[in-house]
T-cell receptor, first 120, second 111 residues
Framework: NAGVTQTPKFQVLKTGQSMTLQCAQDMNHNSMYWYRQDPGMGLRLIYYSASEGTTDKGEVPNGYNVSRLNKREFSLRLESAAPSQTSVYFC???????????????????FGNGTRLTVT | SQQGEEDPQALSIQEGENATMNCSYKTSINNLQWYRQNSGRGLVHLILIRSNEREKHSGRLRVTLDTSKKSSSLLITASRAADTASYFCATAGNTGNQFYFGTGTSLTVIP
């Protein structure tokens, strides 16, 4: 049982290049999330998806796009990378039933091991 | 932002000692969760405490919650070198499926 799998593990981009970070979970979870982690800032939510076909902005969505391809996969795209997007990116999933929220349904998040992205 | 703040930012103790870290948050919560992150890895869920609970135990972990002070503490008893990690508290937003993390406490347990 792999849990949450992220690819690639490491990536170096030049300013202006684009790339897609891939995430897949095999736990049949409805909710999926993308976070970035920066020193001293904790984890900040970029986008989340409550169910297949829906996506919502988090705290820091600018410069990113997401696609919930199906129930298993949630990708994060950087269209034109900037040095400020140098960070560690984490994907997570949670077993919240459709129609309920994190607030009303006490469910932990399951994380992948991250993608370390450097933009030069 | 509902983001929590952990205190202290860093903590260094000897193996066998207890480690206590604190979390403060800004708005009302339904539950509060604690996570551990080993170096170079993703976060792992440790324990969840509901807003109507004051204390919860799981193995060597003890979590307390004081909703009147908007704070929680995580106690790790009889620490081991393997407990060396960063620890984060997290709370859910009251709309949607947003989930907010604090800035973390870095714990070092010296063998």
């Amino acid at each position: 049982n792999a849990g949450v799998t992220q690819t690639p593990k490491f990536q170096v981009l030049k300013t202006g290049q684009s790339m897609t970070l891939q995430c897949a979970q095999d736990m049949n979870h409805n909710s999926m999330y993308w976070y970035r982690q920066d020193p001293g800032m904790g984890l900040r939510l970029i986008y989340y998806s409550a169910s297949e076909g829906t996506t919502d902005k988090g705290e820091v969505p600018n410069g990113y796009n997401v696609s919930r391809l199906n129930k298993r996969e949630f990708s994060l795209r950087l269209e034109s990378a900037a040095p400020s997007q140098t960070s560690v990116y984490f994907c997570a999933s949670s077993a919240i039933p459709p129609g309920l929220t994190q607030w009303s349904y006490n469910s932990p998040l399951h994380f992948g091991n991250g993608t370390r992205l450097t933009v030069t | 932002s509902q983001q929590g703040e952990e205190d202290p930012q860093a903590l260094s103790i000897q193996e066998g000692e207890n480690a206590t870290m604190n979390c403060s948050y800004k708005t009302s919560i339904n539950n509060l969760q604690w996570y551990r992150q080993n170096s170079g890895r993703g976060l792992v869920h440790l324990i969840l405490i509901r807003s109507n609970e004051r204390e919860k135990h799981s193995g060597r972990l003890r979590v307390t919650l004081d909703t009147s002070k908007k704070s929680s503490s995580l106690l790790i008893t009889a620490s081991r070198a393997a407990d060396t990690a960063s620890y984060f508290c997290a709370t859910a937003g009251n709309t949607g499926n947003q989930f907010y993390f604090g800035t973390g406490t870095s714990l070092t347990v010296i063998p």
